[in-house]
């Protein structure tokens, strides 16, 4: 489990691509605090919202389906939900779970505002 000195989510709203960012691990204890993040987020109604898993040392499969939950939500409503992935083992278990093919993964956040 983690500790809340390891997990830290912050939302930046300075441009038109809202970003969350998350730091630590995602586990079954910080996942409902990084769902709240994520609906609040989306409950603001962008058409994109990138999420920036480049600080993110683990998740496990509670973390996986909020982003999965999101995903859908979001998708349904014609709006899209992008990951940004730096770190190998992270892209490993997106790639193990055929999840890289269901969200746009990049691999930094300038990217994001070219896609």
Known sequence: MTSDAEF???ASEQTALP??????EIDVA???????????LAGRGPEVIMVDLSEVSFIDS????VLVGAEKELRQDGRE?????????????????????VFTVL????ASVRT
């Open 8 to 10: 830290e989510v912050t």
């Open 19 to 24: 970003v969350l960012r998350v730091r630590g």
């Open 30 to 40: 910080s996942a409902p605090e990084f769902h709240a993040r994520l609906s609040d």
């Open 62 to 65: 509670t973390g996986l389906g």
């Open 81 to 101: 939900l992008r990951l940004v992935v730096t770190r190998p083992q992270i892209m490993r278990l997106f790639q193990l779970t055929g999840l890289d093919e």
């Open 107 to 110: 691999s930094g956040t300038d």
